[in-house]
């Protein structure tokens, strides 16, 4: 049986798939339509072989190409306190891991400032993503 904050973390990535699907078909992402694919759950290889599981990933491939151009992961963080820079640091190693070019932070509350100024000095993306409303907001690019 899934425990309740499993179940509840699985349908908040299917919300920030689902908004980040709809952003992309609506050209409001900034990366094109039809040569980027989205994935949630899926693992990838390390270069020591091991794999990481990632939320959400965005891969973009260069038209006539099979080899992927550019991999955008977003980590989908649907918790009763905010977010902390633990998550970031998280994030941020995935990233190095994956050699990953942009990583993204869905989360469901605000973040503390701590969060937000090591968000932007990292360069990842932040996006204010309520479960109970539509009220999505980016914090971060």
Known sequence: MISLSLRRGVEYEKRVCRYLKR???LGR???PYLYTT???QKNYP???GTKVNVDVA???FRPDS???SLLTIVECKCLRRGASTLHVNDLITKMRLLNAHKGIMAVNMYP???VMAQARYYGIGVVLIPVDSENVKWLAE
Do not use: F, K, S, V
């Open 46 to 48: 390390t270069i020591c």
């Open 66 to 68: 099979a080899q992927r």
């Open 58 to 60: 965005l891969e973009t």
């Open 23 to 25: 952003q992309l078909r």
């Open 38 to 40: 989205i994935h949630r």
């Open 29 to 31: 992402l900034p990366l």
């Open 112 to 114: 503390m400032e701590g």
